[in-house]
């Protein structure tokens, strides 16, 4: 029952900025951390930011100072602002989250379908 819906994808130039948005819905009891990752072509998939749901957040080295991670409880919603983009950050990105459905006594790891990314001049 439970989604994850990822939008904000985009080409965008050097230096430019994009915003990533996941809204979880569904029978959603709790949701606990949530990530962003990103798998580029050739590459490993690989975790860029984590937020906790007290918002404790860490990142990766590549995005610390240019990304940032946040997330509203209430409408089960993480976003990802990049900021200072690079070609190096061209991926599909991933929104992952640890949710428990009413009813279930155990969390279970979902995936968002992936929204593409693509630095470029």
């Known amino acids: 029952q439970v989604q994850l819906v990822e939008s904000g994808g985009d080409l965008v130039q050097p230096g430019g900025s994009l915003r990533l948005s996941c809204a979880a819905s569904g029978r959603i009891f709790n949701i606990n951390d949530m990530r962003w990752y990103r798998q580029a072509p050739g590459k490993q998939r690989e975790l860029v930011a984590s937020?906790?749901?007290?918002?404790?957040?860490t990142y990766a080295d590549s995005a610390k100072g240019r990304f940032t991670i946040s997330r509203d409880n209430a409408k089960n919603t993480v976003w990802l602002q990049m900021n200072s983009l690079k070609p190096d950050d061209t991926a599909v990105y991933y929104c992952?989250?640890?949710?428990?459905?009413?009813?279930?006594?155990?969390?279970?790891?979902?995936w968002g379908q992936g929204t593409q990314v693509t630095v470029s001049s």
């Open positions: 937020i906790s749901r007290g918002a404790s957040t």
């Open positions: 992952n989250a640890e949710i428990w459905q009413y009813g279930s006594l155990k969390s279970q790891g979902y």
